[in-house]
């Protein structure tokens, strides 16, 4: 098993970035796929950015060009920046880490971990 923390969240305007961390402890951590989730109020989740064990990353249309995902191994930090954020950027974005990709050709997989979220607040 895996545990999940995630940090960095927080309110800023339009346009603005923030750095999301995800800290994890427990088993391997680079035998898992990981993912940022996020969920905003009254709508479903959805993937944001998923990076697998070799490094490959993959985004949502809504993030590309702005959202950035990356792991540091040794640390067993799960990052994901996020520049030019918009107000529907706002949500509660969670950490997921998974056996396999959470990204797949039909679409985002649920983790089999997850943290339990920082909130990204962005106002016009």
């Known amino acids: 098993q895996v545990q999940l923390v995630e940090s960095g969240g927080g309110s800023v305007q339009a346009g603005g970035s923030l750095r999301l961390s995800c800290a994890a402890s427990?088993?391997?951590?680079?035998?898992?796929?990981m993912a940022w989730f996020r969920q905003a109020p009254g709508k479903e989740r959805e993937g944001v950015a998923a990076?697998?064990?070799?490094?490959?990353?993959g985004y949502a249309e809504s993030v590309k060009g702005r959202f950035t995902i990356s792991r540091d191994n040794a640390k067993k930090i799960l990052f994901l920046q996020m520049n030019n954020l918009k107000p529907e950027d706002t949500a509660m974005y969670y950490c997921?880490?998974?056996?396999?990709?959470?990204?797949?050709?039909?679409?985002?997989?649920?983790?089999?971990?997850w943290g339990q979220g920082t909130q990204v607040t962005v106002s016009s």
């Open positions: 990076i697998d064990i070799a490094g490959s990353t």
């Open positions: 997921a880490a998974g056996y396999g990709p959470l990204l797949g050709p039909t679409g985002w997989i649920p983790g089999n971990y």
């Open positions: 427990g088993d391997t951590y680079t035998d898992y796929c």
